[in-house]
């Protein structure tokens, strides 16, 4: 945890970890394997603190009452215990969610589930709070998924010629290696494949929370809206268009009895 202002959720024994899917992303990928995810998720914690310490010390880092930053915490509160469903390992995770105050249209997920949202992508695009939860739902799922672990195993097999087939003798090198690959976390950009998974994950997140899924939709048509824009850090890696939206209409039928469901619970508490 990182001062006071940081939001703190562990698993423990929360969690739909025994609900089936309804999205069809396929399996998470092998690659992954070649860089431990403990020193990776170590490395991404050590970036964290370093990006919100300077935040902090720019008077730019949003204080725990913050009335932005309660509705993120509410938002975590109800998707993060649908991750186990996803990830085993995000059972041991320490989830915490930050704002920084900046006009930049960006959030994400860093490995191990340390979470920034920056108010520019609140106040510019006027989200909702259910396009809020698709957002971070979209950003968990490239956590959940282990994408940035996937991504740096690629890249980082192929600098010293490592192949699947060599996996046990490349593991040290990557292990080293991924120790000191945190500064790469915040740049990484994640291919078309990762950012499909991570759209229908998410969405499936936030519809198990009791988020409307059609607010996938609108979120993305906003996205559109103020892609070229200056500051919309996001768009430079999650780019918006018409085959995404296409691609979450197309999964809206999957998800909406979640979503239902979850409203139905949700009024008899």
Known sequence: MVGRRAFVLGLGGLGAGSALAQVDVGSASSMARLVPAQTLERAAAEQYAELLAQARRQGVLARMQDPQLLQLHAVARKLIPFALQWNERSRAWRWEVNLIRSREVNAFCMPGGK???HAGILDRLRLSE???AMVMGHEMAHALREHARERLAKTQATNIGINL???LLGLGDLGRMAAHLGGQLLTLKFSRSDEREADLVGL???ARAGYDPQA???LWRKMGEVSGAGGAGFLS???AGPERIASLQK???KVQPLYEQARTRQAGQ
């Open 115 to 117: 979470i920034v949202f």
């Open 130 to 132: 259910d396009e809020i």
């Open 165 to 167: 087939g060599a996996q």
């Open 204 to 206: 499936e997140l936030a």
């Open 216 to 218: 996938a939709l609108s």
């Open 237 to 239: 890696t999650h780019p």
């Open 251 to 253: 999964n809206l039928p």
